[in-house]
């Protein structure tokens, strides 16, 4: 069974920065696609980041870019997301997600989600 554990969320004040990580465990054959999610009070789930296997090709919301890095330790089967200059606006939980299939004989690509993260933004 496949798992996704968030970690590195806390509370920290506008300009700060924190380093989410996210690792996935369990039975894993290939990692097509790695990304965040966040969900604020209130709102819809909203892509953050995401980042190909295949290549390290990246992607960013709007609100993020520039401010915000998502990365991979390949070896460690482990995402991260860099969040620099935070704002308020980016208080939400924060969802590790993953495009992967689970072994050579379910070779299927399937999503799998983290638990959540919270990232609370306030002075």
């Known amino acids: 069974q496949v798992q996704l554990v968030e970690s590195g969320g806390g509370l920290v004040q506008p300009g700060g920065s924190l380093r989410l990580s996210c690792a996935a465990s369990g039975s894993i054959f290939s990692i097509y696609v790695m990304g965040w999610y966040r969900q604020a009070p209130g709102k819809q789930r909203e892509l953050v980041a995401t980042i190909i296997s295949s290549g390290g090709r990246t992607s960013y919301a709007d609100s993020v870019k520039g401010r915000f890095t998502i990365s991979t330790d390949n070896a460690k089967n482990t995402v991260y997301l860099q969040m620099n200059s935070l704002k308020p606006e980016d208080t939400a939980v924060y969802y590790c997600?993953?495009?992967?299939?689970?072994?050579?004989?379910?070779?299927?690509?399937?999503?799998?989600w983290g638990q959540g993260t919270q990232v609370t933004v306030s002075s």
């Open positions: 997600n993953a495009i992967l299939s689970a072994s050579y004989s379910d070779r299927a690509p399937h999503n799998y």
